[in-house]
């Protein structure tokens, strides 16, 4: 329970950190509907950085707050938990490294469809 919140505690740092020191129009400029490479942008950043879901829920609520476009925030969420650098050291343990690059490759190629769809769909119900 105790490595839980410590997680969780990371989240809500960075979280606040981002709330209150990034200005909104860095978000809705950088991850917003109208920026073409945002999700894919979402995806690469997401890859150095190692977090729980637990983690990652309070930064994605901030993230989306600001204005960063749904679809992008869940890719971003997508890749910290699925693609990070933790997670590749893992699997290089199990699987050949030709198997890892084709892992990160099809991952990458099917989160940033996700997130074009996901945007795309919710262009709908604004």
């Not at 978000?27 to 509907?33: A, Q």
């Not at 994605?60 to 679809?71: F, P, Y």
């Given at each position: 329970m105790q490595k839980i919140w410590l997680f969780v505690?990371?989240?809500v740092f960075v979280g606040a950190f981002l709330h209150g020191y990034i200005p909104k129009e860095f978000?809705?400029?950088?991850?917003?509907?109208n920026n073409i490479f945002a999700v894919p942008m979402a995806v690469?950043?997401?890859?150095?950085?190692?977090?729980?879901?637990?983690t990652i829920i309070p930064i994605?609520?901030?993230?989306?707050?600001?204005?960063?476009?749904?679809?992008t925030v869940l890719v971003f969420m997508m890749a910290v938990v699925c693609l990070s650098l933790p997670?590749?050291?893992i699997l290089s343990r199990?699987?050949?490294k030709e198997l890892i690059i084709r892992y990160v490759i099809f991952m990458f190629i099917t989160f940033t469809l996700v997130g074009y769809f996901y945007n795309f769909i919710l262009q709908f119900f604004k």
């Open positions: 505690l990371f989240g978000f809705i400029t950088y991850m917003g509907d690469i950043v997401g890859i150095p950085l190692y977090a729980d879901a637990t994605a609520e901030v993230l989306i707050q600001k204005g960063a476009a749904t679809g997670e590749m050291i199990v699987m050949k």
